[in-house]
């Protein structure tokens, strides 16, 4: 028995079988600096959850958040003409 569907992959890929467009890609390059800050921070807060964190630790902590909050802030000033697309990842 023959099956009549098309096999092209073109005509049979679901929206999720493709690869991330060129925007996406962009919008994703533009987040890094933020996805890199707040991977620091989980860094940090997992280091010290099996401890009490000492004073070094809780400064990493500071500094990690700091980092994270500067990140989010340069994200939000961007110009408009930036192609920014914030439900990239959400």
Not at 22 to 34: C, F, G, H, R, S
Not at 56 to 78: G, M, P, S, T
């Amino acid at each position: 028995m023959k099956y009549i569907v098309p096999v092209q992959a073109v005509v049979t890929a679901t929206e999720y079988d493709r690869g991330p467009t060129a925007a996406e890609l962009d919008a994703i390059d533009v987040e890094m600096p933020l996805i890199s800050a707040e991977v620091e921070l989980l860094d940090v807060q997992i280091m010290v959850l099996d401890r009490v964190p000492s004073e070094l630790d809780e400064r990493r902590i500071r500094r990690a958040r700091r980092k994270v909050l500067a990140a989010r802030r340069e994200l939000a000033n961007l110009p408009a003409t930036t192609s920014f697309v914030p439900e990239v990842g959400a």
